[in-house]
């Protein structure tokens, strides 16, 4: 962002906004943002509401900018009250459109700038990419380790999202439980407790494994 405000001035609001739903591409995120309204980050805005040719422009790796009354996005963003154009910059990640670098000023942006800016957008968009893969990678390199602890554990060990839906259950579950793994993963643990049970169990998952000070009498704190 200090590269972006060094070209466009002080006076400018800037928007840095990344695709966060891979089941939704449309919708954008703020990740950072400078000059304009604050604590403007983590809001979300979809580029649905673009008219055709617009996203056309965008896809095309082009950038462009318009009157602030004919910036659609610009109202979510909280830009400078002062504001009288919008440019908006695509970023692209592996030729897919994944972020816009967003300026708003009380001036329209030079083209020389315009160029300096794009040409920043492609240098952000390689920082992000390199990023997600860094990341991406640790988490595969996490997610090996982990199944190799768990692969010969006497233990039954599952990985239970929010929703309790069983997102990995390992191996060991067939020798104590008589289910191959492949049948449990994706089933719902409440589906697979007594009703009379279900609230006591999502409690415990719930409080990390802690037991419930409302119930100190039950037979885990015996």
């Not at 060094?6 to 906004?17: H, I, P, S, Y």
């Not at 009354?69 to 897919?96: Q, R, Y």
């Not at 160029?115 to 991406?136: C, P």
Request: charged content about 20%; glycine content about 6%.
């Amino acid at each position: 962002m200090q590269a972006a405000r060094a070209l466009v001035g002080d006076e400018a609001g800037l928007r840095l906004l990344v695709a966060t739903e891979a089941d939704h591409p449309d919708i954008f995120q703020v990740v950072a943002a400078s000059g304009g309204a604050e604590r403007i980050e983590g809001t979300t805005v979809s580029l649905s509401i673009l008219p055709r040719k617009k996203r056309d422009r965008l896809q095309s790796h082009h950038s462009y900018e318009v009157p602030i009354e004919e910036a659609e996005l610009a109202s979510s963003l909280g830009m400078p009250p002062d504001s009288t154009f919008v440019l908006n910059a695509p970023l692209f990640m592996k030729e897919e459109l994944q972020g816009l670098l967003v300026v708003a000023g009380p001036a329209s942006v030079p083209r020389a700038i315009r160029d300096s800016l794009e040409a920043l957008s492609s240098q952000v968009a390689l920082a992000l990419d390199s990023a997600l893969t860094t990341e991406i990678l640790l988490i595969r390199q996490s997610e090996a380790r982990f199944s190799s602890l768990v692969q010969n554990s006497s233990d039954v060990v599952m990985v239970v999202e929010a929703d309790s839906k069983i997102r990995y259950i390992s191996p060991s579950v067939e020798r104590v439980l008589g289910h191959a793994a492949g049948e449990l993963e994706g089933t719902k643990l409440t589906v697979l407790i007594q009703p009379e049970d279900r609230a006591g169990v999502l409690q415990f998952l719930t409080s990390g494994g802690r037991e419930s000070d409302a119930n100190p009498g039950s037979p885990s704190s015996a």
